[in-house]
């Protein structure tokens, strides 16, 4: 696993595949609760033009041992602004990576 992202400057990584995904400890590990990212500008390349498709993007989870770190989480949203593929394919690809 890459060195992880936080404190550190990071550059943004050039494919989903390339992006690390950091986790860090749950600080309230037996308590049930639930944790909301918004990308209010998510971007990927669409595969058949090539032109950026733009989404209002929202992850919701409820953590157990370990959260996503907030950091890498946006880097590796970011890496997806080159990538070619449709919002489906995206979103199956950011919750398999999550889970």
């Known amino acids: 696993m890459p060195d992880p992202v936080l404190g550190r400057q990071a550059p943004l990584p050039a494919s989903p595949e390339e992006a690390a995904l950091d986790t860090v400890a749950n600080p309230h590990p037996g308590l049930v609760y639930l944790v909301r990212f918004t990308c209010p500008e998510f971007t990927a390349l669409c595969p058949v033009t090539g032109q ?25 949203l970011g890496s997806f602004r080159n990538h070619a593929a449709f919002h489906e394919d995206c979103t199956l690809t950011i919750a398999r990576r999550a889970v």
């Open 52 to 76: 950026p498709d733009f989404a209002h993007l929202v992850i919701d989870y409820a953590p157990d041992a370990l959260i996503l770190e907030s950091k890498s989480l946006k880097l590796f």
